[in-house]
């Protein structure tokens, strides 16, 4: 009797680490260095996932610029390619206590600011929130690279 055995192709993973000054300047710098890995990791400048990804990191880096800063602390940024159908963004800080709401909510069409999880949202496949050890937390966003993004790139 012969068996055969099907092998599974091993996922690889890339991964794409920095820390940022919790600043507009380091929120920019966070989206550009995100744009140009992704460029690096075959999704070229101005690509569905090369675009959805910069926008959503844009939004979660301002958010714990805004939001998430403590004085004297960073905020970092951590992109994995998880083989050729997933790109994971997680943008962590040092607030714990100013968490962001479960799911995006509409504000009043008079806010001037509030949509930028409502984009996030948009975006990704799906996104959420995770609790470190404190201080820490983390805003997680995953892109679907088949689909070519998320709503925006379907």
């Known amino acids: 009797m012969h068996a055969t055995s099907q092998a599974q192709m091993p996922i690889t993973v890339r991964v794409f680490c920095q820390r940022f000054s919790a600043t507009r300047r380091g929120a920019r710098l966070a989206r550009l260095l995100v744009l140009h890995q992704l460029d690096e990791w075959g999704h070229p400048y ?11 990191v844009a939004e979660l880096a301002s958010n714990a610029v805004l939001h998430g800063r403590v004085p004297g602390r960073d905020f970092e940024v951590r992109m994995a ?74």
Do not use: H, Q
Request: hydrophobic share 45%; glycine share 12%; aromatic share 2%.
């Open 46 to 56: 101005g690509s569905p996932v090369s675009e959805d990804v910069a926008a959503i």
């Open 81 to 154: 390619l998880e083989g050729a159908e997933l790109v994971r963004v997680e943008v962590t800080d040092t607030r714990a206590d100013s968490r962001p709401p479960a799911s995006a909510a509409a504000p009043s069409d008079e806010a001037e600011s509030g949509r930028g999880l409502l984009i996030v949202e948009a975006l990704s496949t799906r996104w959420g929130v995770l609790e470190g050890a404190a201080p820490l937390k983390a805003v997680w966003a995953e892109v679907s690279v088949r689909r070519g993004g998320g709503v925006g790139g379907v």
